[in-house]
């Protein structure tokens, strides 16, 4: 009898189920003995911890205690997105049900690069991808897709990095070349896959409140030679601002230049009745990144990329014999290679299928909508607090702020200080030419008294 059981097949369910058991009892005690949001002592401390627990990395001989010791000792030292006073960057907690169906989709082990390792996940992503593509290109009060018009599809991701670069390469195939248009507060991201495609260095253009400037974006289309790609930001990571995109959008359509929308951040709002028409404008962009392991509870990764056109993804077709052979397509076998720049991926969309059928549209937006609540709630104690002073009350659900009087310097070593001692994880932004303490608010079970515990460790620990 094999000492290595397999996760699937007749026996998978009762080889896992005594290891379920060891994984959660090994996260609740790594998560008692963390005690916090992030565990205390700073980088050198969690290191040498987590390499005593490690030991051997390629032991000669294993050790039936291995799940339990690593699996704890990951705990101990992670930053739990769960915690209400974890609140530095763009990471959620995962919804329970969507990392119940990602075990689901590990144990399985569908690779989707063609249908015979995939039979029904590709269906489901192809199912999907087109849902999600007409909540962004068909919403409710807007037409719907003209009658001859392609349906618009979508494909899925690791992140907003790939979906960026995967917008940047269509546009690039689309237009035989382009020259990127972005603002000084879009995401890194566009940068480094100009870089990599081999387009030329991106114009650059300014943003002084946070937001894209129009009459430079004006001037800009009026004076560049094309093709132009334009990107706009739907949720920027510092603040959380939304470039104007009915603005933008009919700028892009007056000069004939393609646009591009990075609503990995905000994307989230398109399933909030409240705050939805935020996005207006959105569908307006040939394509538009989204990310639902940020607004949308899911765990890393579930990204995607809307295309208004789907006859813009031709491009992406790939020829592999083993894979999708010729006469394996003209017999009806899907042809999956021209889904993503990548071979074997995984199943992501099964946890964002599970969520969404669980949930219902209006179950997430009721969680889009709690954690904006949280970041208005947080933005009016720090408005009224004599000790701190609030950058602007915010778009989606990040807070900047920062003590009165402290130099951006006593900034930093604040944050830092609450990182070390594992008290709480704030961000840090750059605005206005000042350093500011950064929350990103993902967590629905928020409570004001949580919010109140923040602000009075970053009192407490602000020198006088």
């Not at 996760?7 to 959660?24: F, H, I, N, Q, Y």
């Not at 995939?118 to 037409?143: C, F, G, K, N, W």
């Not at 081999?198 to 094309?226: I, K, N, R």
């Not at 028409?277 to 569908?283: H, R």
Request: proline fraction near 8%.
């Amino acid at each position: 009898m094999s000492t290595a059981p397999l996760a699937s097949g007749p026996s998978g369910p009762d080889a896992l189920r005594p290891l379920l058991d060891t994984v959660l009892d090994a996260l609740a005690q790594g998560a008692t003995a963390r005690g916090g949001p992030l565990p205390a002592g700073g980088p050198a401390e969690v290191a040498q911890r987590l390499r005593t627990a490690l030991g051997d990395p390629l032991p000669r001989s294993g050790s039936p205690d291995a799940l339990h010791t690593l699996v704890r000792a990951l705990a101990e030292g992670a930053a739990d997105p769960a915690d209400p006073l974890c609140a530095a960057h763009l990471h959620c907690p995962p919804l329970a049900v969507a990392t119940a169906a990602d075990l689901a989709a590990s144990a399985l082990n569908p690779s989707l690069d063609s249908w015979d390792q995939a039979p029904a996940a590709s269906e489901l992503e192809a199912a999907l991808a087109q849902a999600l593509a007409r909540l962004v290109y068909d919403p409710p009060d807007t037409e719907a897709t003209p009658e001859g018009q392609d349906t618009p599809d979508a494909l899925v991701t690791t992140g907003g990095t790939e979906s960026n670069q995967l917008a940047l390469l269509l546009a690039r195939e689309k237009h035989h070349g382009i020259q990127l248009v972005c603002g000084a507060n879009a995401h890194h991201s566009l940068h480094r896959a100009a870089w990599l495609l081999g387009l030329p260095e991106p114009v650059v253009l300014p943003a002084p409140a946070g937001t894209l400037d129009v009459a430079a974006l004006d001037s800009a289309l009026t004076d560049l030679p094309g093709p132009l790609l334009v990107a706009a930001t739907a949720g920027t990571t510092d603040a959380g601002l939304i470039d104007p995109l009915p603005d933008i959008a009919r700028l892009c359509a007056a000069h004939g230049a393609r646009l591009h929308i990075d609503a990995a951040y905000g994307g989230g709002l398109l399933f909030s009745d409240r705050h939805h028409g935020k996005l207006d404008g959105l569908a307006h962009a040939h394509t538009v990144t989204l990310d639902l392991h940020k607004l949308g509870w899911q765990p890393v990764a579930a990204g995607l990329l809307a295309v208004r056109d789907p006859t813009d993804l031709a491009p992406l077709a790939h020829r592999a014999e083993y894979l999708n052979a010729d006469d394996d397509t003209e017999a009806g076998h899907p042809d999956l290679l021209g889904r993503s720049l990548r071979t074997t991926r995984r199943p992501d969309v099964l946890k964002i299928a599970v969520t969404l059928k669980t949930l219902g549209r209006d179950g997430i937006g009721r969680l889009v909508d709690q954690v904006c609540a949280h970041a208005e709630e947080l933005a009016d104690l720090i408005a009224a607090h004599p000790g701190f002073e609030l950058h602007d009350h915010p778009t989606i659900s990040t807070v900047l702020f920062r003590p009165h009087g402290a130099t951006d310097d006593t900034v930093a070593a604040v944050r830092r200080t609450l990182l070390d001692q594992g008290r709480a994880v704030l961000g840090r932004a750059t605005l206005d030419g000042r350093r500011w303490l950064k929350a990103t608010l993902l967590n629905p079970h928020t409570r004001p008294g949580d919010l109140a515990t923040l602000l009075k460790l970053v009192e407490g620990h602000t020198p006088r």
